[in-house]
């Protein structure tokens, strides 16, 4: 993740300290990788990408029981900014694999940055 952008990589750090201190058992990793493949379109059924990130944030962030939908669109309004500065992009696609509600889900996002296809996994466990 030290590849990544100052603001970027502090901003996506902080995200996985406070899931990790969430939970007792569990949290969240981090994971950027650059110049992947395009991911595959989602579905034309599929949530829009905001509601995709409010729903990820909410468990992985520690609202398992409860939303907080102000807080929750404020971190994904804020994500979204903070690729776009530090990238120049909008995120070009974001998906979910796993349950929200169960015990594992991954969220990965990817912008371009310098001509590059970025992606970042971040992977929350109640493991």
């Known amino acids: 993740m030290s590849d990544l952008p100052p603001k970027l990589n502090g901003f ?3 995200l996985c300290a406070i899931a990790n201190g969430a939970y007792p058992e569990g949290g969240m990793s981090c994971h ?27 468990v992985a962030l520690g609202n398992y029981n409860s939303t907080h ?18 990238s120049g992009c ?18 990965s996002l990817w912008w371009r940055g310098d001509g590059v296809l970025h992606r970042v996994a971040l992977f929350w466990s109640l493991d």
Do not use: C, K, N, Y
């Open 69 to 86: 939908p102000v807080i929750r669109d404020h971190v994904v309004q804020e994500l979204r900014r903070v690729v776009r500065e530090e």
């Open 12 to 14: 996506l750090r902080a």
């Open 32 to 58: 950027h990788e650059a110049g992947v493949p395009e991911p595959l379109p989602a579905p034309s059924t599929a949530r829009s990408t905001d509601a995709v990130m409010a729903s990820f944030f909410d």
């Open 90 to 107: 909008e995120l070009a696609e974001v998906q979910m694999e796993g349950d929200p509600g169960g015990a594992f889900s991954t969220l």
